[in-house]
Each structure stands twice: as C-alpha cells, then as structure tokens.
C-alpha cells in the first residue's frame, strides 16, 4: 500500500473517532444542569479529564502510527534501492560480458588477420627464393652455352677452321 494512503486513512479514523468522542461530550442531558454547582463541577472536571486522557491516547496512537509508517516508508525506500542496486549490477555484468564477447571477437580477427599474413608473406618469399632459383638455373646455363660456344671457337680456330692439336715441343710423337 502506498504510505501516503496509509497516513491518509490513518489520519482520517482519528479525526472520526475525536469527532465522535466530542459529540459523546456534548450530548448531555438537562436534568445534569439542573444538579448543584459543586457536582457540575466534578462533572465536568471528569469530563476534561477524560477528554485529556482521550487525547493523550489519541496522541499516542497518532504517533504509534507515524512510527509505523516511517518503517514501511524506509523499509520501501530500502527495497527500492536494493532493486535498483541489482537492476544496476545486471546491467554492469552485461555490459562487461558484451565488452569481453567484442574483444575476444578483434583477437580472434587480429590473429586470423596475422595467419593471413603470414601465409601471404611465407608464400611471397617461397616465390621470390624460387625466382631467384630459377633465375640462377638460367644464368648457370646461359654461362655453360657461353662456355660450350668459347670452347668450340677455341677448337675451331681464329679463322673458323679445326685446329689440330699439336704435341707439345720436346714430346715423342
């Protein structure tokens, strides 16, 4: 229930039961006028009496009841904070699961991305050493062609005929 409603209807039954208590108090009779002075005087004085004690009570009940409502009130307003407090902690668990499921996601991708790399790099270089392999074979061979040319020119001659080789000076034919 609300605690204002409650004060409200609190507030309410008190001024019902004093109106009521005042209407009982003046409802006397007219024989009661008619007694001697000294007896409406004790009358009365009994009547104030009472009507004090009526009030001291009704004061009492009054602040019994405010008591009561400052514990519902504290006792929602501590509820309230406890709801918020744990809609506050859902919101900051989600949150850093959210941060943790985005950051696994750019790792995961950074090292995809270094893998793609990697290979790209590994077969850049696997091309480049088989170039230069390539490139080699075709100078060694280009060198042995010049090397078989020279040497048939060498045996051919200056003048494009075979020469004989001749034996050495000193040697025994």
Known sequence: MDPRRLLAAALACLFVAFGAGALVGCGGSSSARSSPATSEAGEEAGEHSEEASQ?????????????????????????SADAAAKKREKAAEAKAKKREETSKKEAKKLEESAQTNAKKREEAARKQIKEQEEGAQKRRTAKQREEAARKKRVKQGPAGTPTTTSPAPGAAP
């Open 55 to 79: 009030q001291r009570e009704e004061q009492a009940e009054i602040a019994k009841d405010r008591e009561v409502l400052v514990g519902i009130e504290a006792k929602g307003k501590e509820e």
